[in-house]
C-alpha cells in the first residue's frame, strides 16, 4: 500500500472477509468507486477466492459491457429474460464490474434489466459487490439511478478509491 486509503480499504475489506459467513447472510453487498486502475476488482476477486474456497459459496462475476451484449444476444437469439435473470439471481453473491458503459449511459432497457438484477437479489437478501469506476456518489446516482444506488447501498460496505491508477506505460 502506498497511499494511506489503501491500507484502509484493504483492512475493510480483510474485516468483511473476516465475517463473511455473516455479511452474506445479512444481505451486505460491497461497494467500490473510484479511477480506473486503483485495485477495486483485484480486492473483489480476492474476496471471491475467499467465499469460494474457505466458505464453499458461490460467485458469479459479471463484467458491465459483457452482460449486456450477453443480454443483447440473447434477444435476438428469442431467449428468455427470465433464464438471463436467473444466471445473476441464483449466486450467492453476484460480482457487478462497471456496470455502467464505459461511454455514455445505459439504455432504458439495460436499466431496467439491471434494476430488475438488484431488487431480486435485494428481496431475497443476496448480496452484490460492485466496482464502479466513477468518482463519486453522486456521480454512481446519475448513472444508475438513485433508487438502484439506493438498493445497493443499503447496508452495503462503501469505499471510495481515490488514488491514482496503479498502471503505468513502459517507456522505451
Known amino acids: ?81 427470465e433464464d438471463w435473470l436467473d444466471d445473476l439471481t441464483s449466486p450467492k453473491i453476484l460480482i457487478l464490474s462497471d456496470p455502467v458503459p464505459p461511454r455514455g449511459e445505459l439504455t432504458g432497457y439495460q436499466a431496467s434489466m439491471l434494476q430488475a438484477v438488484v431488487d431480486d437479489r435485494y428481496r431475497y437478501m443476496q448480496p452484490t459487490w460492485v466496482s464502479m469506476n466513477v468518482t463519486t456518489s453522486a456521480e454512481a446516482d446519475s448513472l444508475l439511478g438513485p433508487a438502484l444506488v439506493d438498493r445497493l447501498t443499503d447496508g452495503a460496505l462503501t469505499l471510495h478509491f481515490d488514488w491514482p491508477s496503479y498502471r503505468k506505460a513502459r517507456s522505451a
Open 1 to 81: 500500500c502506498d497511499h494511506p486509503g489503501q491500507q484502509a480499504a484493504l483492512d475493510a475489506i480483510q474485516a468483511y472477509g473476516d465475517n463473511l459467513r455473516h455479511e452474506v447472510a445479512s444481505g451486505n453487498g460491497i461497494i467500490l468507486f473510484g479511477g480506473c486502475g486503483t485495485g477495486k476488482d483485484h480486492l473483489l476477486t480476492a474476496l471471491a477466492r475467499v467465499a469460494i474456497v474457505r466458505h464453499g459459496l458461490s460467485v458469479r462475476y459479471a463484467f458491465g459491457v459483457n452482460l449486456f451484449s450477453e443480454l443483447r444476444d440473447r434477444i435476438g437469439e428469442h431467449k428468455s429474460e
